[in-house]
């Protein structure tokens, strides 16, 4: 391991091993860095600003399992003793400047801003690379792209770095914690993902940012000999609130899947869209979890291939039906239900609309116990091959398997379905249906051991809109 020092008022002087002798621009040393080395940023005189055109690479060694550290540090001690923010600023003298970051390292406390001299567009990569395992990880560090002079577009392209010949990038993995971007450009600045991991964990995109129709846009992930690599995105803890507006959307849907969009924990901005396009293999979801824009704490969505469900407030069962919480700590106020709707294509008996899980902890065994979900739809009450639930609980004393449960749906492979039974009544609903129809859905189990049992509502016909309470009974 060796450990080098970057300082704009260092003497240049190598092997730049302190701060007195430490390298005047950064891409003197991450030109040297191996694995395990360690780089020495100053908060007080950081690197000089690289003005250039084209494309400006910052490349470390592809080795996940001793990643190279940058560290940004108070450089009033050697070694520094206390981490504090360094500024990197590249100024773009031409079109199209974009600033690479390739292979693994673990970066922190780097603020890196990208400005202009002649009013032009900016791009930054966060590229792991395509050695497999290769990651990144950035903490505490701001990218400023929205620096001075800059006009047109401003993208920033994360993980996939495909070759032409291999998708071993499907494993690579990238890691922004406490981390907070600004967005320069127009009506063609977004966030580009995809070909491995990537989690976003704290922090917030900057107010400032100027975007236009997307933030996030699926990057094409098809890998080597045409075959399709999947993308993982994990967004958790993260203020997204200065993007809003009715045009705006969170997700442009590119077709280019699988892609694996979670949403935990986030602020959103208000009036925001969430897909702008359709899902369309199986193979993509995107999951909102406690997510919005205002003061609540309920608001869950998932949208596949199939549809969606969604948590809305102005259809909801009267008595005993779910209650959530909002933000200002009021526990159990808001009674809610989800909105299922079912595209025109997609779902069918044999390949449902599967909605996310409603879980219950169980004590009680040993004994047969009803499970009864309440559910809503307009005009006719729906068939058992139209809607129905599929039940997991611990059925097996010693081990760890569970049984599943599907006796709510049709059996037969031939034949009339049955319609479901009406449930706790039309009026027992506050609803905006015009001919609402209650009904439920009801399973008989026999639970051996303690443990959680999972419902999931699922939907196997077109074009539906079902609203269910998700919250179930046990008698």
Known sequence: MTTRYVKGTGSNTPPYDSWTAGANAFSTVTALMAAGD?????NTSPPTTVTASGTTTYTFANTASNAGRVLCGDDSADPPTA???ATLTHASAAANQ???????????????VQTSNAGYDCGMQCLPGNAALNYQMWESCTFD???SGLSGSCTVNLLSSYDGSTATHARVNLEWRNTSIKMGGASTSYIHIGGGTFVWHGGSLLSGSNLATNLFKEFDSIGGSGQRVGTNIRIIDVDLSVYTGASKNLILLSGNGPFQWTFDNCKLGSTLAILNGTIDHK????????CDSGATNYRNEYYCYGGSSVTVIDNYLTTGGARAEKADGTAATVPISWKIVTLATGPSFYSPFESDPIAKFNTAIGSSKTITVEGLINTTLPNNDEVWM???????????????DESSRFASISGSAAALAAGAGDGAWTTTLGSPKSFKITATITP???????????????????YINPDFTIT
């Open 38 to 42: 360690i780089t020495y940023v100053s």
């Open 83 to 85: 981490e504090a923010q």
């Open 98 to 112: 974009t600033t690479n970051f390739l292979g693994s390292v673990v970066v922190r406390k780097l603020k890196f």
């Open 145 to 147: 792209l929205g620096g």
């Open 283 to 290: 193979g993509t979801e995107v999951r909102l979890r406690n």
């Open 390 to 404: 599929e039940v997991s609980y611990m059925s097996t004393v010693g081990s760890p398997v569970s049984a599943l």
């Open 448 to 466: 051996q051991q303690v443990g959680y049992i999972l419902v999931r509502i699922n939907v196997g016909k077109t074009s539906s809109t079902v």
